[in-house]
């Protein structure tokens, strides 16, 4: 297998997601040169297209934000999201082996079933996936480090928030504006995640990864700390001038949802460290860095 040039370009496929704009913007700011590829540039469920699209630019990093997100659609539709999340993913990976590109795979919380306990996950927990996009965010999970086993990288991330998508922050800001009071849901815990700051972990670490500085694995970027989604609420809430107690907590079964959701989906992250990155700051820093121009964008 060829290896990774430290100088040479990246590719972000997702380009026109929330994440996958937020990567561009990054390795922008980092004047790193990277290549875009949305779905009709990249599809990645087509093995022939995908094997020649990255064998012809052979980026030395592939950071793949393309995904099925619609968790619940996903329950009925399970073999189109794993189409996209488990076998693209693994087609992806096959083609970086034969470009020699590194790959950092974007994955999620929902490896995890979310109902035991209230310590952090391990980036080496064992995964039990209780919805259908799990599974097939797990699929892809495997798939990469089978390909890639030495230049592979998952990254899971969770309440991922940002400009230029559908997000928490920006239906509450909506929200804030259209109704006296909101009940939410207070039993759920995770790490909301500013995908500005992911972005700029995972520039991090690919280049990490191109000087053999990061272990080849998986990485949990999560912002640091936990908090339910009412309490993010209110710091939505309190951030843009709002009466925090205008949210109220409600549960779960208030609100039932076709595909489960985790409600512990808090992740650990003691790998970045083995890799001399430290990881993501904590959530409610993030949040008051971000509501400015997510408020505008609303």
């Not at 022939?48 to 630019?57: E, F, I, K, P, T």
């Not at 922050?169 to 009071?181: K, N």
Request: proline fraction near 6%; charged fraction near 20%; aromatic fraction near 6%.
């Amino acid at each position: 297998m060829n290896q990774p040039v430290a100088g040479g370009s990246w590719l972000v496929t997702g380009a026109r997601g929330m994440l996958g704009r937020a990567v561009l913007a990054a390795l922008d700011a980092s004047r790193v040169p990277a290549l875009a590829a949305g779905r009709a540039e990249l599809d990645l469920t087509d093995r022939a297209s995908v094997h020649a699209y990255v064998m012809a630019h052979r980026p030395a990093v592939v950071v793949n934000c393309a995904a099925w997100t619609a968790v619940d659609d996903a329950e009925s539709r399970e073999p189109e999201a794993l189409a996209v999340n488990g076998t693209g993913a693994g087609l992806l990976a096959e083609a970086c082996a034969a470009a020699g590109s590194l790959l950092l795979h974007m994955s999620t919380d929902y490896v995890f079933g979310g109902d035991d306990g209230t310590l952090p996950y391990a980036e080496d927990a064992p995964p039990g996936p209780r919805s259908a996009y799990g599974r097939t965010k797990l699929a892809g999970e495997l798939a990469v480090r089978a390909a890639l086993p030495d230049t592979g990288y998952v990254v899971r991330t969770a309440w991922l928030y940002g400009a230029g998508g559908k997000n928490f922050v920006a239906t509450m800001l909506r929200l804030e504006r259209e109704r006296e009071t909101l009940d939410v849901v207070n039993d759920q815990w995770g790490q909301p995640t500013w995908a500005a700051d992911l972005a700029g972990q995972l520039v991090l670490l690919g280049r990490a990864a191109l000087v053999g500085a990061a272990p080849a694995g998986v990485y949990h970027g999560t912002s640091g700390g936990r908090t339910t989604w009412c309490a993010f609420a209110r710091e939505i809430f309190r951030l843009a001038g709002a009466d925090p107690d205008r949210v109220r907590p409600t549960t779960s079964a208030a609100y039932p949802t076709v595909a489960h959701r985790p409600a512990h989906s808090v992740l650990g992250h003691d790998r970045w460290r083995a890799a001399g990155i430290d990881p993501i700051r904590d959530w409610r820093t993030a949040l008051a860095a971000a509501l400015p121009g997510l408020n505008v964008s609303v």
